[in-house]
């Protein structure tokens, strides 16, 4: 999970505020807590899923996909790692 936060959670945050989908407006705050709004949630929603089915070149294999399948087939590696069917395994890295 954490190879994939930077490159898919980190980057919709700061596009959705960079892009004024989110704006410090849409945070309620109080001395206990800091609270985002409905409609800022799903803008923020909606940069996620966007960003999940961007499509991306696999480094090991190649082809394009989205970060959806990006991490499913990074999935079945560490499951195939764990089980002895591949000798190591090497996480997804910006460039």
């Known amino acids: 999970m954490e190879p ?4 898919i959670v980190d980057s919709a ?6 892009t004024g989908m989110v704006k ?5 705050r109080s001395h206990a807590r800091c609270m985002l709004n409905a409609a800022a949630r799903k803008a923020l929603i909606r940069a996620y899923e966007s960003r ?4 991306v ?14 991490i499913r087939i990074q999935a ?12 190591r395994y090497e996480n997804i890295v910006n460039r």
Not at 13 to 18: F, Q
């Open 24 to 28: 410090a407006r849409d945070f309620t």
């Open 4 to 7: 994939f936060r930077p490159l």
């Open 57 to 70: 070149t696999h480094p090991l294999f190649e082809y394009r996909c989205s970060w959806r399948s990006m």
């Open 13 to 18: 945050v700061l596009t959705a505020v960079n």
């Open 76 to 87: 079945r590696l560490v499951s195939r790692w764990l089980r002895g069917g591949v000798p």
């Open 52 to 55: 999940m089915d961007q499509l």
